[in-house]
């Protein structure tokens, strides 16, 4: 199967500064990125989708500009996490896809970023 | 509204004891169902995807049917390595994005 990566596995911040998470595709393109947060022992939540070179698509209830979003190519997006508060520290999971003859492929996700804020 | 829910949310079997975790949704336009096993502290890994109704899929212990309003995940003479939260979703619209279910936590005993 495809494999994503995330870049950092976890990381430790101070409560106002800014963290970025990197997902990767490492072995197709991927035309959209979605970017989910986890909680302790609930379910995968939906925050955005990205697309490659276009304004990310951001779930009702998630703060766009604090939750910064970049596509750059079909390999890599980006989330920083700007002004990062406790309340914000959570599991971080991207997941890619591609869309191939008008269908959507399976979607495979990355590893996840755990993100503490102190 | 679309929604997933999943149960039981937790399960304990023995070692070699077949059991069913069960997918019900509610969604306007299913474009297809998937099926995701993850570990603590990681990502979900994918398992299976469902388009129709009356589809099935294997893979090893695991099988996969779907009907319209549901989705079975059978697991067959289950192994301790296969504990694991096992997550349900649905994909809707055009924009390929998922709704999840609750997941169920599944405990194998040796």
């Known amino acids: 199967g495809a494999v994503v990566s995330q870049h950092p596995s976890w990381v430790i911040c101070k409560s106002g500064t800014s963290v970025k998470i990197e997902c990767r595709s490492l072995d197709f393109q991927a035309t959209t990125m979605f970017w989910y947060r986890q909680f302790p022992k609930q379910s995968l939540m939906l925050m955005a989708t990205s697309n490659e070179g276009s304004k990310a698509t951001y779930e009702q209830g998630v703060e766009k500009d604090k939750f910064l979003i970049n596509h750059a190519s079909l390999t890599l997006s980006t989330l920083t996490v700007t002004s990062a508060h406790p309340e914000d520290s959570s599991f971080y999971i991207c997941s890619a896809t591609g869309l191939a003859g008008g269908s959507w492929d399976e979607q495979y996700f990355g590893p996840g970023t755990r993100l503490t804020v102190t | ?110």
């Open chain 2, 1 to 110: 509204e679309d929604q997933v829910t999943q149960s039981p949310e937790a399960l304990r079997l023995q070692e070699g004891e077949s059991s069913s975790l069960n997918c019900s949704y509610t969604v306007s336009g299913l474009r297809g169902l998937f099926w995701y096993r993850q570990d603590p502290g990681k990502g979900p890994e994918f398992l299976f995807t469902l388009y129709s109704a009356g589809e099935e899929k294997e893979k090893e212990r695991l099988k996969a049917t779907l009907t319209k309003k549901e989705s079975f995940l059978h697991i067959t003479a289950p192994k301790p390595e296969d504990s694991a939260t096992y997550l349900c979703a649905v994909q809707v619209g055009n924009t390929g994005k998922l709704i999840f279910g609750q997941g169920t936590t599944l405990q194998v005993k040796p």
